[in-house]
């Protein structure tokens, strides 16, 4: 399915939405996961697995795998542990580089001193799958964990389409097995249109009928596998991933149920030849727009977005509908798609430069959006409240400022005055300069006793940290306490810092405008259109100070 290298480039976007590469030049990349503490690991085909760390790759991999890298062969999957964060366990699929040649299934531990690389010697092998035939084409690789905490492993029939329709071995099949290698007892015995049960190894198989399933995912929230099947000839699959069931293949290709009712239909399938930019010949890349921080405009939200190696492009599939639209075009080789949790879409290409990407709406929402950022400190002391950005944040422009200068709002409040002898004795500091009361960068002290602090954010990165220094606020004889809120001024529609019955006015009154410079404060949901929906949330925050 690889295919020879050509130059890569960035992709034709729609309006609204920019693009940088992410990390340096990676060689042959073949798969990547987004780690939960938001490091990326991107797979090579020659058996490395390299870390993406703070927009920079890292000089050592995680682990450098010997493998068999002939054709599709090589390191094709990275999965992390739902329990990763106090197991540090990474699971990787590979191609083995000793005869008898097969596909492996193998976990290793991130070294607990070092997590950027893993334990030498920490390798425990799950899983050995079928040996394979001379043909070193259709190997799968896609490996997941799902909601049930179970592994899933995408295998392909290794050009054997025989092999898909029997229960013989475990290639062209989905397989499901416990996070130590051992084999489910729940899993499906049969198949439709298939004699027999499974039995020993073979009890791994969950679904059958698959040529190579490159790629798939599991939505956010609900559960759902989508499950992508590159064709032959004719048609490329997304199909919902079910236990027991048969996809067809090698019997037929796309759409199955029809004449054989063992089959289970694509929920979308798209051709080889045909209009430009909706045809292709392997589909890619395979992720559910659910994330934790949508930044996306929200009609892109429960959508899952999939790509096209050899056209290079990238669509979005809308389940309820069952039809897909346009989204990026003019990729080079495209081989993997991930929605991180901040909401950006990353897509990896294999060029001669082999480089990642990483998409943003720039124009979306502050994630700190209505004061849920809030925190209780009492002492001496320094602390640090984060400010995670999505993105330039869309609110409230600076009178004066730019198009990308903006101001958030702070307000303390606390059981009393915070101050040695009548001096304020707090300071606030947004990157390196100190901010007052007036939003200037004026490094002067600021009152806690209520204050209200308005800090400028120019070109915001991704993730930025207030820091709030507080010096000597213990009075002798009580420590004293109080809370820092970080919000935006949506609802605040007429820019009093309160939402009350006159902001909901203004908001019906704007009912229907696109949200722009002036109003955007009504647009209370952030989905860029004033609408009656807007007008109830600001009439449920009546009342409320934005801070």
Not at 305 to 322: E, S
Not at 461 to 466: E, I, V, Y
Request: hydrophobic share 35%.
């Amino acid at each position: 399915m690889f295919l020879s290298f050509v130059p890569a480039r960035g992709a034709v976007l729609p309006a609204g939405f920019t693009e940088a590469q992410v990390g340096g030049n990676l060689g042959a990349p073949t798969a990547m996961e987004i780690a939960p503490d938001g490091r990326i690991f991107v797979c090579l085909q020659n058996g490395q697995l390299r870390v993406i760390k703070n927009d920079v790759l890292l000089a050592t991999p995680f682990v450098s795998l010997s493998v068999d890298s002939n054709g599709e062969r090589g390191l094709l999957g990275v999965a992390f542990d739902p329990q990763f964060a106090t197991n540090r366990f990474v699971y990787v699929y590979y191609t083995t580089s000793s005869a008898p040649i097969h596909n492996r299934v193998s976990r290793f531990t991130a070294d607990e001193a070092n997590p950027d690389v893993a334990t030498i010697g920490s390798e425990l092998v799950l899983m050995d799958l079928d040996n394979l035939s001379g043909a070193t084409n259709h190997n799968g690789g896609a490996i997941h964990f799902g909601p049930d905490g179970k592994l899933y492993v995408a295998v392909g029939e290794n050009a054997n389409g025989a092999n898909a329709q029997s229960i013989g071995n475990r290639l062209g099949k989905i397989l499901r097995i416990n996070a130590d290698g051992t084999i489910p007892t729940d899993n499906p015995a049969s198949f439709p249109g298939i004699t027999g049960t499974t039995t020993g190894a073979n009890r791994a198989i969950w679904a059958v009928g698959l040529r190579n399933p490159f790629t798939f995912d599991f939505q956010r929230g609900t559960g759902r596998m989508f499950l992508n099947d590159v064709g032959q000839s004719a048609w490329e699959e997304i199909n919902d991933g079910l236990a027991g069931s048969n996809y067809g293949w090698s019997l037929c290709e796309g759409s199955c149920a029809t004449p054989n009712a063992n089959f289970r239909d694509p929920l979308f399938q798209y051709a080889h030849s045909g209009t430009a930019g909706t045809s292709g010949c392997a589909i890619v890349g395979g992720s559910f727009y659910n994330p934790a921080t949508p930044q996306f405009p929200n009609s892109y939200v429960g959508k899952y977005f999939f790509g096209d190696l050899c056209n290079g492009w990238i669509r979005v599939f809308n389940p309820a509908t069952g039809s897909a639209g346009d989204f990026a075009s003019g990729i080079s080789t495209l081989v993997d798609l991930k929605v991180g949790a901040d909401g950006s879409l990353y897509y990896l290409t294999r060029g001669n430069a082999g480089q990642l990407f990483r998409v943003r709406f720039p124009n979306a929402t502050v994630a700190v959006s209505d004061a849920v950022s809030r925190m209780t400190h009492a002492g001496v002391g320094s602390f640090d409240v984060p400010l995670a950005l999505t993105g330039t944040p869309s609110v409230e422009p600076r009178s004066g400022g730019g198009t990308n200068d903006h101001q958030i709002l702070v307000k303390f409040t606390g059981n009393g005055p915070i101050s040695v002898d009548g001096s304020p004795q707090a300071q606030v500091t947004a990157g390196s300069a100190a901010i007052g009361s007036n939003g200037v960068s004026n490094g002067g002290a600021v009152s806690i006793n209520g204050g209200i602090v308005t800090i400028p954010i120019t070109n915001a990165a991704n993730a930025q940290t207030l820091s709030i220094t507080l010096n000597n606020v213990n009075d002798g004889t009580t420590t004293r306490s109080f809370t820092i809120s970080l919000g935006l001024l949506l609802g605040d529609t007429n820019g009093d810092r309160t939402v009350n019955s006159g902001d909901s006015t203004i908001t019906r009154t704007q009912s229907g405008q696109t949200a722009n410079a002036t109003n955007f404060r009504s647009d209370c949901n952030v989905d860029g259109t004033i609408n009656s929906g807007d007008s109830f949330i600001a009439r449920s925050r009546s009342g409320q100070f934005i801070p």
